[in-house]
C-alpha cells in the first residue's frame, strides 16, 4: 500500500462513543487552575457550542495555546490538551464529550490547527439530535447520532492537506510509544513499527513532526508526570520513574527546563483547584 492510499484508508471517520451530551448554562465552575483525569472524562475528545448572545467571556487555555468561546462558533477540543479554564460571567453552550478510535482525531493537532469552524443553520439541530440520542441503544439513534457526528466534524478536516494526511502513516509508531513510554525506548525499536530503517525513519518522523523521536517520547513523559502530579501523592523521584525516567535528576531538570517551573513548585500552584463535574 503507497502512502496515498494509506492516507486515503486512515482518514475515514471510525466509531464514535459518546459520553455526555447536553445544553447548560455554566459559570464560575468553569474557572479551574488546572484540569486533570479527576475531571470527567478528559480522555474525551469535545465538541463545544456557544449559543448565548449576552453571556461573559469564556477561555481555554491549551497545550498550544489559548483560546476563546464565541457565541455562534463550534469547537473541536482534541482530548487531553486544555490545561486551564476561565469566565467573567457565563455563558450557555451545548457540549459533546465523545471517544473515536480514529486516527485522524488522534493525530488532529499534527493535521490541523484549527479549534474552530463557524457555525451555520444546521449546527444546533445536529447538536440537539446527539443529545436527543446519544443514550439510546436502538440502531436508528445510534444512526443519528453518527452521521450528526460526521457532520459536526467535517469542517474541521476540509482543508487538512495531503501531505498532513501523510501523517496517519505513523499512527502505529504513536500508539507502541502510547504503551511503552514507560519502558527503555531506543529509535530502532519504533522505527521496527513500521519496517523502516533507524536512519530513515528518524528522518521521516522528524521532517514530519519538527522533532525528534526521542524528544516526542520525552515529551509523552513529561506530560504523564504532570498528570501524576495533580493526581497523586507520589514523590517526583517516584512519578520520575513512573513515567520511564532514569533519573530523577535529569527529570528534574527537564521537568523545569520545559514549564519554567519546578515540579514540586508546579503540584504546590496547582492545588487546591476547584472541582468540576460537566465542562
Known amino acids: 500500500m503507497n502512502t496515498q492510499e494509506l492516507s486515503k484508508e486512515s482518514f475515514r471517520a471510525d466509531s464514535f ?13 468553569w474557572n479551574l487552575v488546572a484540569w ?58 451545548y457540549y459533546i464529550h465523545f471517544r473515536s478510535d ?58 487538512v492537506s495531503q501531505e498532513r494526511q501523510s501523517l496517519l502513516r505513523f499512527s502505529p509508531v504513536l500508539s507502541y510509544i502510547e ?6 525506548l531506543s529509535v530502532s525499536d519504533l522505527a521496527a513499527q513500521m519496517n523502516l530503517s533507524t536512519v530513515y525513519f528518524s528522518n521521516a518522523f522528524k521532517a514530519a513532526f519538527h522533532i525528534t523521536p526521542k524528544q516526542y517520547v520525552l515529551n509523552k513523559r513529561l506530560t504523564e508526570s504532570r498528570q501524576l502530579l495533580l493526581e497523586t501523592d507520589l514523590s517526583v523521584k517516584e512519578i520520575a520513574y513512573a513515567v520511564g525516567f532514569a533519573n530523577e535528576s535529569y527529570f528534574s531538570e527537564l521537568f523545569t527546563a520545559r514549564t519554567g517551573v519546578s515540579a514540586t513548585r508546579f503540584r504546590q500552584r496547582a492545588l487546591p483547584e476547584k472541582r468540576a463535574s460537566i465542562l
Not at 17 to 29: F, L, P, Q, T
Not at 102 to 123: F, I, M, N, Q, W
Open 36 to 93: 486533570n483525569r479527576k475531571h470527567r472524562d478528559i480522555d474525551c475528545h469535545r465538541l463545544y457550542f456557544r449559543v448565548d448572545r449576552g453571556g461573559g467571556t469564556a477561555r481555554l487555555r491549551l497545550t498550544d495555546g489559548e483560546l476563546e468561546l464565541l457565541p455562534g462558533n463550534v469547537y473541536f477540543i482534541p482530548a487531553f490538551s486544555v490545561l486551564q479554564s476561565g469566565i467573567s460571567g457565563w455563558m450557555e453552550k
Open 179 to 184: 504503551a511503552h513510554y514507560r519502558e527503555e
Open 102 to 159: 480514529s486516527p485522524v482525531l488522534s493525530l488532529y493537532r499534527h493535521l490541523s490547527g484549527k479549534y474552530c469552524v463557524p457555525a451555520d443553520e444546521l449546527t444546533e439541530p445536529l447538536f440537539r439530535t446527539v443529545v436527543e440520542n446519544y443514550t439510546k441503544s436502538t440502531q436508528d439513534a445510534c444512526m443519528r447520532v453518527r452521521g450528526a457526528m460526521d457532520l459536526l466534524l467535517s469542517p474541521f478536516l476540509a482543508d
Open 17 to 29: 462513543s459518546v459520553a455526555y451530551a447536553e445544553r447548560r448554562k455554566v459559570g464560575e465552575e
